[in-house]
C-alpha cells in the first residue's frame, strides 16, 4: 500500500511569490493534516482538512490556505513568502475521525521550502 | 491545552547501551501519545502510540513505552541501541477521537540519539 506522497521534495522561491505543495493521502484516508518543520521552531500544526472542509487551523497568519479535493488529496498555498517560511512542510492523512477511536497520523517524506 | 516536553535535546548512547528518551505531557483529557522517529532529510515515521488500552506498549525496531498517568509521562525505552537507531525522535499527544476538531498532534521539541561505536 502506498504511503503518503508529497511534491515537489524541494521547492525555491523568492520573497514575495507564491508556493503551492501538494499531498496524497493513503488509499482510505480522508483527513489530510499540514505541519511546518522551520529550524528551531520545531513542528507545528498548521491545517487540517477533512471531507473537503477546513476542520481545524494552527497559529499561522492567513497567507497560509490550502484546500482538500474530492479525492482528499490536499494543496498547501503560501502567498506573499518570506524568509522564515523557509522550512519543511509536512503532509500527513488519517482515517476519517468520526471512524471511531483514535485515528494515527501517517506522514509523508515533506516538502522543502527555500524562500530567498 | 495539550503540551509535550521532551527532556534533552540530545542523548549519547553507546552500541549495545539502553535507550532512554523521556517525554513528559500535560492534557486536559485522558490523551492519546505517540513517539515518531525522523531519519535524516525524511518524513516522520511511526513507532509506537498510546490509545488508553495497555499502559506499556510495544512498538517497531524493539522500543517501547510505558504510560504513567500518575507521572503524565510516556517515556520511550530500547534494550540494547543499534547504530541504525541514530535519528531524531518526537514525543507528540493527540486529543483526537474524543473531542472532534482536537485531532491535531501536539510534538515535543524532539531528541537527538547519536550511537557511539
Known amino acids: 500500500e502506498a504511503g503518503v506522497t508529497q511534491s515537489p521534495t524541494h521547492l525555491i522561491k523568492t520573497r514575495g511569490q507564491q508556493a503551492t505543495l501538494r499531498c496524497s493521502p493513503i488509499s482510505g484516508h480522508t483527513s489530510v493534516y499540514w505541519y511546518q518543520q522551520a529550524l528551531g521552531l520545531g513542528l507545528q500544526f498548521l491545517l487540517w482538512?477533512?471531507?473537503?472542509?477546513?476542520?481545524n487551523r494552527g497559529n499561522f497568519p492567513p497567507r497560509f490556505s490550502g484546500r482538500q479535493f474530492p479525492n482528499y488529496s490536499s494543496e498547501l498555498n503560501v502567498n506573499a513568502l518570506e524568509l522564515e517560511d523557509s522550512a519543511l512542510y509536512l503532509c500527513a492523512s488519517s482515517r476519517a475521525p468520526t471512524s471511531g477511536g483514535e485515528d494515527t497520523q501517517y506522514f509523508g517524506p515533506g516538502t522543502r521550502l527555500t524562500v530567498l | 491545552a495539550q503540551s509535550v516536553t521532551q527532556l534533552g535535546s540530545h542523548v549519547s548512547v553507546s552500541e549495545g547501551a539502553l535507550v532512554l528518551l523521556r517525554c513528559n505531557y500535560s492534557?486536559?483529557?485522558?490523551?492519546?501519545l505517540f513517539w515518531y522517529v525522523q531519519y535524516p532529510n525524511q518524513g516522520l515515521q511511526l513507532l509506537l502510540k498510546?490509545?488508553?488500552?495497555?499502559?506499556l506498549v510495544k512498538g517497531i525496531n524493539g522500543f517501547e513505552a510505558e504510560f504513567k498517568k500518575s507521572e503524565t509521562s510516556f517515556h520511550l525505552t530500547k534494550p540494547s541501541a543499534h547504530m541504525s537507531d541514530a535519528a531524531e525522535y518526537f514525543c507528540a499527544v493527540s486529543e483526537g477521537g474524543l473531542n472532534f476538531g482536537n485531532e491535531k498532534l501536539t510534538f515535543g521539541t524532539g531528541t537527538r540519539l547519536t550511537i557511539i561505536p
Open positions: 498510546y490509545t488508553s488500552a495497555a499502559t
Open positions: 492534557s486536559s483529557v485522558p490523551p492519546y
Open positions: 482538512y477533512d471531507e473537503g472542509e477546513e476542520r
